[in-house]
C-alpha cells in the first residue's frame, strides 16, 4: 500500500496564525488522502482546543442530493452547544458509472467500499484534530439513513449511535438472507463477521415525518420485500432490530414529509438522551 502524504495537524497552527481559521469553525472540503475522489467537510466548535480531552463526533451522511453544506448549517448550533465537532462526508454522483446517484447507499460498488472510506477519512480526522473518532454518532436520512443501517451492521464497534433517517429500501438483520436484502454473506463479502450482540448493543434512533409516505417514489424502485411506504419499511427494520434484542427509538416527527432538515431537532433530542455529556 503506498503511504498517505503527510497533513499539517492543526496542533502545529498557532493560535494567531491566519491558517488556523481553516481549521476550526466551517472548514474547507478536504480530500480523502486514501482516494481522492472523496472529500469531507466540518464544523469544529470554538471550544475545540488541541490539548485536554478530545471533542465527541457527530458524522452526517448526505441523501441522493448530497446537500453536506445545508446539513453542517443546520448542526451549527448543536456543535457549538453541546461542543461537538460535526462531519460531512461527500460521495459524489457519478463515481465509476457516470448516471450513478445511489451505489455509496448499498456500501459497496465495483470494487468501492463505501464504508472503508468513511473511515479513511475518520483517520485524516484523528491526524489533524483533538477529536474522538474511535466511537462516534451516525445520522443519514433518505440515502444517508440506507447507508447509516448497513454500515450498523458492518461496523457496530464503532459507533457510539446510530439515527436511521427514512431509508427508502431497508437491510433487516437477517442471516439467512444474503446482501443487501439481509446479512448473511458479511464474511465473504465484507470481511466482517455478523455479530448481532454488538448490533443490539448501539442505541437506535428510526426518525421519519409522520407526513412521509414515499409510496410514489419507491413505485419506482426495486422492491424490497418489506412494505411500499417508507414508514412501513421503517417499521419492518423496526421489528427486525427487535428481535435482535435492540430497543430502537422510533420518531414521527409532526406535521413534516421527506424533509431531512426538518427532522434534525428529533436527532439532537435523541443524542442528547444517549449519548455521552460534554
Known sequence: ???LPPLLPARTIPLDHPGRAFVTGRTPSFACRADQRFSYALQVPSRYRDDGPPL????VVHGTRRRTDASLDALTGFAEERGWAVLTPLFPAGIGDPDDLHNYKFIEYAGIRFDL????ILDDVAARWNIDVSHFALHGFSGGGQFAHRFLFLHPQRLSAVSIGAPGRVTLPDPSVGWWRGVGDLPARFGVDWAPGLVAGVPVQLVIGADDDGAAQLAVVEPDGNGSTRQERLHALAEALR??????HLDLVPGVAHEGL???P???AFLDRV????
Open 1 to 3: 500500500m503506498n503511504a
Open 262 to 264: 426538518k427532522v434534525l
Open 56 to 59: 465527541p463526533l457527530l458524522v
Open 243 to 248: 428481535a435482535l434484542g435492540s430497543r430502537p
Open 275 to 278: 449519548a455521552r455529556p460534554d
Open 266 to 268: 428529533a436527532v439532537r
Open 117 to 120: 472510506v468513511l473511515l479513511a
